[in-house]
């Protein structure tokens, strides 16, 4: 069965700092792969797709990038956090236009 | 700009009565799913509607997608305690394996 990794869980980090949350898929080949950031208790706000290894679709102007280095690898970066970068942020795999499936998240808060 | 609009924002309702969320939009999808989500945890999926007119039901659930594929509904029928949750809609794009979500209605049954 198909089964998705996010980590970490939950993540302080100062202003300015670095910042990396990975994503892995296990038990199926060529997924979608998506970031989602979603404010408290509202929607969620489509941050980055990938329909392959390297290819990219960026939805929001910010300062944050992704990478897809593998198949089922997806990782989310900013070089420079900013206090607007909190949030709880979700990944998620699809097969073609199929259901998302989500991880557990990463909730993110900047200080 | 592509937007799901839900409302309503927030529910609360007494262990047996019936409500319906909606989700509108000004554009066209080939599918449309609806997701529940508890706190901390990624959204699951409930169903997935694609055919313009389309009702699905799920045990005390009624989901209806619009003729023209821009909007849905979703009803409940006696909800109950253990219905309590953020209610999310989502649209496929035709030709696009990007999905955007709803703003969420967030619905709390008092026993």
């Known amino acids: 069965s198909q089964t998705i990794h996010q980590w970490p869980a939950t993540l302080v980090q100062p202003v300015g700092s670095p910042l990396s949350l990975e994503c892995t898929v296990e038990g199926t080949s060529n997924p979608n792969l998506y970031w989602y950031r979603q404010a408290a208790g509202r929607g969620l706000q489509l941050l980055f797709y990938s329909v392959g290894i390297g290819q990219i679709s960026s939805e929001v102007p910010q300062n944050l990038s992704a990478s897809r280095p593998q198949d089922r690898q997806f990782i989310l970066s900013s070089k420079k956090l900013l206090l607007s970068d909190s949030g709880f942020y979700l990944c998620?795999?699809?097969?073609?236009?199929?259901?998302?499936?989500f991880g557990n998240g990463t909730r993110l808060t900047v200080t | 700009t592509q937007l799901l609009e839900q409302s309503p924002q927030f529910l609360s309702i007494q262990e047996g009565e019936n409500l319906t969320v909606y989700c509108n939009s000004s554009?066209?999808?080939?599918?449309l799913q609806w997701y529940r989500q508890e706190p901390g945890e990624g959204p699951v999926l409930l169903v997935t509607?694609?055919?313009?007119?389309e009702v699905k039901k799920l045990k005390r659930l009624t989901f209806q997608f619009g003729d023209a594929r821009k909007d849905s509904s979703l009803h409940i029928t006696a909800a109950q305690p253990g219905d309590t949750g953020l209610y999310l809609c989502a649209g496929a794009f035709v030709s696009s394996y990007k999905l955007i979500f709803g703003s969420g209605t967030r619905l709390l049954v008092r026993p």
């Open positions: 998620a795999w699809s097969l073609g236009q199929g259901p998302l499936h």
């Open positions: 554009s066209v999808f080939s599918s």
């Open positions: 509607v694609v055919t313009g007119g």
